[in-house]
């Protein structure tokens, strides 16, 4: 499985555009990058999935290079209500879901 | 429709003593997956079920097992509790193992 490097913690203001990236320099040819949000004693919830490229929802967008070694996550506009923990993941499809400690997003007025 | 429900929400045990923490996955919904969470961690794997035959098993002692019924409710019970083994619990249901999963709350389970 591959293993996933992001920051411990950000910081950003209101309004901001916010970018959090993850390194996965072993990831494989069949895995999928997933990023997830968790609330404080609330479960992890999906937010965007991609192979390659770009992919956009009405939530984030997921920003993938070439060689598929690390990704961006970018949140449009943040709000107080984004502070959460966000979750890189890589794996295969048909593997169970492999967390890491996650990046800690603050969202300051 | 109804997300994925899980109970107790909170439960407080003693050391030796035994739990089982009972989940339900949103209707439609074949495949469970448990997970632990201990503070300031990520969600480590358990136990992922697929029309009620175990499909995948994380580095948990046996103390650890679960179940999946016919209407793909699931339990996970733990024996022999460790003051360790207090963290949030939580259960996530997918249409397929490959598909997106779906969280529960989790069950805030305290070993004392």
Redesign the interface.
């Known amino acids: 499985l591959a293993k996933t490097t992001q920051p411990i913690s950000m910081d950003s203001y209101e309004g901001q555009e916010v970018n959090i990236t993850c390194s996965h320099n072993n990831i494989a040819t069949n895995d999928y990058i997933t990023w997830y949000q968790q609330f404080p004693s609330q479960g992890p919830r999906f937010i965007i999935q991609g192979y390659k490229t770009k992919v956009t929802n009405e939530v984030a967008s997921l920003f993938i290079p070439a060689d598929r070694k690390s990704s961006t996550l970018s949140l449009p506009r943040v709000s107080l209500s984004d502070t959460a923990v966000y979750y890189c993941l890589v794996g295969d499809r048909n593997t169970p879901l492999v967390f890491g400690k996650g990046t800690r997003l603050s969202v300051i007025a | 429709d109804a997300g994925?429900t899980q109970s107790p929400t909170h439960l407080i045990k003693t050391r030796g003593q035994h739990v089982t923490l009972r989940c339900s996955p949103i209707s439609g919904h074949k495949s469970v997956?448990w997970?632990q969470q201990v503070l300031?961690?990520?969600?480590?794997?358990i136990f992922?079920y697929y029309e009620k035959e175990e499909r995948?098993r994380?580095n948990f002692p046996d103390r650890f097992s679960a179940r999946q019924f016919p209407n793909y409710s699931s339990e996970l019970n733990v024996n022999a509790l460790l003051l360790g083994d207090s963290a949030?619990y939580?259960?996530?249901s997918s249409l397929h193992?490959?598909?997106?999963?779906?969280?529960?709350?989790?069950t805030?389970l305290t070993v004392t």
Request: hydrophobic share 20%; proline share 11%.
């Open positions: 994925v997956s997970y300031g961690q990520g969600p480590q794997f992922q995948g994380g949030l939580l259960c996530a193992p490959s598909y997106e999963q779906y969280f529960g709350p989790g805030r």
